[in-house]
């Protein structure tokens, strides 16, 4: 398995029952005390949280750096160390062949060096579903399959350390002692109780001494799994933040192709409408000349004599239709500003209408205020204004008229400063 880590630790903790040391062998829940016999049971979330404290750490860990530390739970206090590092001979340091054991139930083996014996185990249920990448046991000494079966864990095998006999210091019966008996046996025949020395009982459970046991792991550990998860929630938000701003480019290419074929339209329309002020302004100062050559075709310097009888209503008439003509000609030239600025008829009203009373019944101070008007509507710049009116104030912002909107009204406003003059003066001359 590619993705396979191994690890080595050792456990010590402290008998309740004697508090002499106890070395924890490979994982189980119930050990034998060497020094008391004692069976000791072991918290399973102890070992969770030693082997997950590894599993979450081994992406940082360096080989031969082992760590050390201390885990309290349910009233034990373990000394722990652990490394990286693959399953070898605790004899000659020779790497075990992971390969040809990776698979299989618990079964001995041999190093394939020196030939000390060794044991393996897939790990088992109980530990699986605590730390599910826990996926197998290696132990420097045989008997993880007896262990799995139910014995207790570091307990020695019987058929590894035979029956000692001996005599009953009483009755002289034999006596036949093994590794079930009990430190303080009685005898068979004579009923009497024996203390069995310390010699014999250290021969029949020898004192075991913190020896390293290997574990492999495979799959994503706890700490992998809330990285992944943490990376995948940032991506599904980094996902979901592409997908707002995406919405918001295509909303806002939506906004600015609406704001482009509004502008088009808009542009379109003034252009239509500019074209319209042009036609009017040309016919309104059409009209003025029209009734400026009648009027002084009338006057005997051209021969023609003065006006008499239908002379005068022709002459009124024209009057008439020319001061129409120019009122209709200032409402089309004010259209086109008006489409521009859309700063409404208050604002209109004295950029254009107000100054027409003025070239009308003033000729000469109004021919200077049309030709001024003029000149200010052909430049089509207008500074920022405050305009107040019945008693409500409203402000405007410059205006620069990009496109020749004024231009009509200029024209007109020169053409009548400059004709209507003539054709009161040529009136009051007939007259």
Excluded at 282 to 290: H, P, Y
Aim: charged share 20%; proline share 6%.
């Amino acid at each position: 398995m590619t993705d396979r880590r191994y690890g080595w630790f050792t456990l010590l903790t402290d008998c309740p029952h004697c508090g002499q040391p106890l070395p924890l062998g490979t994982p189980g829940t119930e050990v034998c005390c060497a020094s008391c016999s004692q069976d000791v049971a072991i918290p399973e979330s102890l070992w969770e949280s030693v082997l997950e404290a590894f599993d979450d750490a081994h992406d940082q860990m360096v080989p031969c750096q082992p760590r050390r530390g201390t885990v309290s739970d349910h009233g034990f206090q373990v000394r722990y160390e652990y490394s990286l590092d693959v399953p070898r001979c605790e004899k000659c340091d020779t790497a075990f062949a992971v390969d040809h054991l990776e698979e299989g139930p618990a079964r001995d083996f041999a190093c394939v060096a020196c030939g000390d014996p060794a044991s393996t185990a897939p790990a088992p249920a109980w530990l699986v579903a605590l730390v599910p990448t826990v996926k197998r046991i290696y132990s420097t000494d045989p008997g993880l399959a007896q262990e799995q079966a139910g014995a207790s864990a570091l307990q020695p095998s019987t058929e590894a350390i035979r029956p000692v006999s001996m005599s009953c210091p009483q009755c002289a019966g034999g006596l036949q002692v093994t590794t079930q008996s009990k430190r303080i046996l009685a005898c068979n025949f004579c009923q009497a109780e024996i203390y069995l020395p310390d010699v014999l009982w250290r021969r029949l459970h020898p004192v075991k001494t913190v020896q390293r046991f290997f574990i492999a792991f495979e799959g994503l550990s706890k700490a992998q799994e809330c990285l992944a998860d943490e990376r995948e929630r940032e991506a599904q938000a980094a996902q979901r933040e592409a997908e707002i701003e995406a919405h918001r480019r295509a909303r806002k290419e939506r906004e600015y192709e609406e704001l482009s074929r509004l502008a088009q339209e808009k542009a379109e329309q003034g252009s239509h409408i500019l074209q319209s002020a042009w036609r009017v302004s040309k016919l309104a100062v059409g009209m003025l000349a029209l009734c400026l050559a009648w009027v002084w075709s009338a006057q005997p310097v051209f021969g023609i004599g003065a006006m008499v009888g239908s002379g005068v209503m022709v002459t009124g008439l024209l009057g008439a239709m020319a001061l129409i003509a120019v009122i209709v000609g200032m409402h089309w030239v004010s259209k086109p500003i008006d489409h521009a600025t859309g700063n409404g008829f208050d604002w209109l009203l004295f950029v254009t209408w107000f100054w027409l009373p003025f070239v009308l019944v003033m000729p000469v101070a109004g021919t200077v205020m049309a030709w001024a008007r003029a000149i200010i509507l052909y430049r089509g710049k207008f500074s920022a204004s405050t305009i107040e009116s019945n008693g409500s104030r409203s402000s405007y912002g410059p205006v620069t008229l990009e496109n020749g909107e004024g231009k009509p009204g200029a024209f007109l406003f020169l053409a009548l400063g400059t004709l209507w003059p003539l054709i009161v003066a040529g009136v009051f001359a007939v007259a």
